[in-house]
């Protein structure tokens, strides 16, 4: 019986050596000491695997054999996903960015990319002082012009502002308040001390001119892709 036990050790002992070794091989280097967080639930599985095999004397060593065989197999798959997880997360977003607009996708470091809706327009999720607005992107625009309800949401009161700017829009001529938004980011592109509008009429969507835009490296509009640049 001892001799059987000793022997369901050295398979598990070869087994976790196994795993390590895998890792090594298909992708060394992959797991970096700030992530070692993330080994927690292989980790946890390990040692419930061993301590099941080890408890299992009267299992048969065929039986036992099957179910690691299992194991490690499952084992390569979680080590191959861990290992090749920027580029899964990459792949995702971009498909999440073709599908969903406004949320764009970062082809390239300092770089979004962003899909027309189905009426041509341009839409963008942006961050501004630390909380989501959408935006309509209009480069005609000089400024940014925030709706009453975005504003609200950034903690500005539409009613103590001075409403001292005049605009002419498709519905006609209306006043608008000059704003300061502390940052605004979109994706890896920030800016910092925007200068904004608040609209007082009715504004469906805040529009994204050109006081954030001129502040990136290229604009480019291309059939129905927009790319913006650092």
Known sequence: MKSQTLLRFLVIAAFVIAIIATVAALSPGAVRTGDAAYAAPLSIWLVWMALRLATATRRPMGTMA??????????????????????????????LGDAVPGHGSQI???????????????????????????????????????????????????????????????????RAAPVKLDSIQIGPLSANDVSAWVNEGDLDQSLLGMSYLSKLGRIEIRGGTLILER
């Open 108 to 174: 390239a470091p300092g770089m979004m990319r962003f899909q027309a809706d189905d009426g041509g327009q341009f839409i963008v999720n942006a961050t501004v002082n630390g909380t989501a607005v959408q935006f309509l992107v209009d480069t005609g625009a000089s400024g940014i012009a925030l709706s009453q309800r975005d504003a609200r949401r950034l903690g500005i009161d539409p009613k103590e502002l001075g409403y001292t700017g005049i605009f002419s829009t498709a519905n006609g001529t209306t």
């Open 66 to 95: 099957k179910q690691l065989s299992v194991f490690l197999i499952f084992g390569v798959v979680l080590v191959v996903g861990y290992s090749y997880r920027d580029d899964f997360k990459g792949i995702f977003g971009r498909v």
